[in-house]
């Protein structure tokens, strides 16, 4: 859905480059990812749980230069908006509101140096707090959530969820100018196609008539509306619900906006009935080398391997499963279904899949994890990660890129060193495995 910037550019393209770093009754300046900078609504809830970037190490200052070179890429887009069907007419109108933001750049150039571990993101996104207003949310809209679950097939739960993490059930949809917010992003080299590529889809929908360049507001990365859609992602799934001839998703009505995150995963094949994960305990001499995402079994298999439920009985057969440690073989293991992947479409950060799938297991009246999280593991830092991946390459173990960020091909190398040492190969990068291979 090519959200909030940063990753994979699906829903939420940043956050999967982020791990939030977020506490409850604590403010944090809005930025965004694996971006997206994580604001407070109130003091129960984080906005948009994503990773919190560690301050920019040089201010970046707006010189007359700057400004300039700005306005001269301004008159060149016109031109190639223009080409793009967007009318002269349009940008006539917009163009006052499309100005340079030096903070923009600021928040981009800030990187996620450290990052909380998963167990420290839930206790904020699945806070008791949070889940409670969750509830409360639901009952208020419990009846156009449930037009939304027959319309789409997406239970009112994981709707609901994620409008809890994105904006925090509405209460915070970000203040800036989206046209100015995706022209300076576009104007800087860095990212320059995909951000131009998301002003010319901001343009066509304020062309459209869906909202006005003034009232088209979201967080600094370009992101929107209660549920947080990026333009392109808007323009593809948003829909008209309630039928006023609109695709409204920034008024205080979130009609529109819950639809729409309901299209999107009915789009990306959510499956109803089938759970997104569910937690299970692992026999006494688990193979930690079949809990991979490309490893799959009927939970009745797994079930004859000594993989159950955390009742003891074995999971229902929903479909093909994965087993996910996303703490390592020390912590809440997962037995994943295709449900996980559609939700990873709208944001493609595993912390995030889980805190959406567990906030809707609980506003469904489930019950928190179970099993004990690591606590005492201390999560890696940005240029540790960095470390540990040059470390893993050079000692024969290739991750394929040195990012600083933990995704497949990091998991199977570390997995891979651990094999070769005779460790527990869970795939998971700690402190004491980087100490090892220093």
């Not at 609901?160 to 203040?175: H, K, P, V």
């Not at 869906?210 to 209660?226: E, F, I, P, T």
């Amino acid at each position: 859905m090519q959200k909030c910037v940063g990753g994979v550019m699906t829903v939420a393209l940043w956050a999967s480059m982020v791990q939030a770093d977020i506490s409850e009754k604590t403010t944090w300046p809005d930025s965004a990812v694996p971006g997206e900078t994580i604001q407070l609504a109130s003091a129960d809830v984080a906005v948009s749980i994503r990773p919190v970037p560690r301050p920019a190490v040089e201010a970046l200052r707006v010189s007359a230069a700057v400004t300039a070179r700005f306005q001269a890429w301004l008159g060149a887009f016109q031109e190639r908006a223009k080409q793009q069907g967007i009318s002269e007419r349009t940008l006539n109108r917009v163009f006052p509101d499309m100005i340079f933001d030096e903070d923009i750049l600021k928040k981009d150039r800030n990187q996620a140096e450290f990052s909380k571990p998963i167990w420290e993101y839930l206790d904020s996104a699945v806070s008791d707090t949070r889940v409670s207003n969750g509830r409360a949310a639901m009952q208020r809209h419990r009846q156009v959530l449930q037009q939304i679950e027959a319309e789409y097939g997406v239970e009112k739960e994981v709707v609901t969820a994620i409008w809890g993490l994105e904006t925090s059930f509405g209460s915070y949809r970000g203040s800036n100018r989206t046209l100015s917010s995706l022209a300076t992003l576009a104007f800087d080299a860095r990212r320059a196609q995909f951000f131009e590529t998301q002003l010319i889809a901001a343009l066509r929908i304020v062309q459209a008539g869906d909202v006005s360049a003034k009232n088209m507001l979201g967080s600094w990365a370009g992101a929107m509306g209660h549920t947080q859609f990026m333009p392109t992602s808007y323009l593809d799934h948003a829909v008209d619900f309630d039928g006023d001839g609109r695709r409204d998703i920034w008024s205080d009505d979130p009609t529109d906006a819950l639809a729409s995150a309901a299209s999107y995963l009915a789009r990306h094949g959510w499956k109803k009935g089938q759970p997104w994960g569910v937690e299970v305990r692992l026999p006494e001499g688990f193979d930690y080398a079949t809990a991979k995402r490309d490893y799959t079994l009927l939970p009745s298999d797994w079930a004859a391997r000594g993989v159950v439920g955390r009742d003891g009985k074995p999971v229902p057969d929903h479909g093909q499963a994965a087993i996910l440690l996303p703490a390592g073989g020390q912590g809440v293991a997962l037995m994943i279904f295709d449900n996980f992947s559609v939700i990873e479409a709208y944001n493609g950060a595993d912390a995030y899949v889980i805190g959406i799938g567990h906030l809707s297991d609980r506003l469904a009246g489930g019950a928190p994890f179970q099993s004990d999280w690591p606590r005492g593991e201390r999560a890696l830092s940005f240029t540790e990660k960095k470390e540990l991946q040059t470390r893993l390459t050079d000692a024969g173990f290739d991750t394929k890129g040195i990012d600083g960020r933990t995704g497949p091909n990091t998991i199977n190398a570390v997995r891979a060193y651990q094999l070769a040492q005779g460790l527990v190969p869970d795939g998971y990068p700690t402190a004491t495995l980087l100490e090892r291979l220093r």
